[in-house]
């Protein structure tokens, strides 16, 4: 059973940092698409960095490049996002999300594409 537990959420002021994890169990680390996506209240959920081990391709929202890092530790099925000058308009409950069949990623990332999702870990960015 694919499990993904998103944890590193809080309250931090605009300008500051936080690191989302995102533990994953139940499928095999080593060729794997994972996507972090994040929902405001009031608003879709999208897409804010997606990886493909297929294509080693990172996707960012273009409102996060620069600012926001994708990492993993295949060693702990782990994915990391890195979130540096964070901005009110960050404020949103992240989640991580995999697929049941990795898949290439390019210039897009897309929510229909995603089959398992975590519970999700709220960030909240006061200004």
């Known amino acids: 059973e694919v499990q993904l537990v998103e944890s590193g959420g809080g309250l931090v002021q605009a300008g500051g940092s936080l690191r989302l994890s995102c533990a994953a169990s139940g499928f095999r680390f080593d060729d794997y698409t994972i996507g972090w996506f994040r929902q405001a209240p009031g608003k879709e959920r999208e897409p804010v960095s997606c990886?493909?081990?297929?294509?080693?391709?990172?996707y960012y929202k273009e409102s996060v490049r620069g600012r926001f890092t994708f990492s993993s530790d295949n060693a702990k099925s782990t994915v990391y996002l890195q979130m540096n000058s964070l901005k009110p308009e960050d404020t949103a409950v992240y989640y991580c999300a995999t697929v049941e069949s990795p898949i290439l990623i390019g210039n897009g990332c897309y929510r229909r594409d995603f089959d398992f999702w975590g519970p999700g870990t709220q960030v909240t960015v006061s200004s």
């Open positions: 990886f493909s081990s297929l294509n080693d391709y990172t």
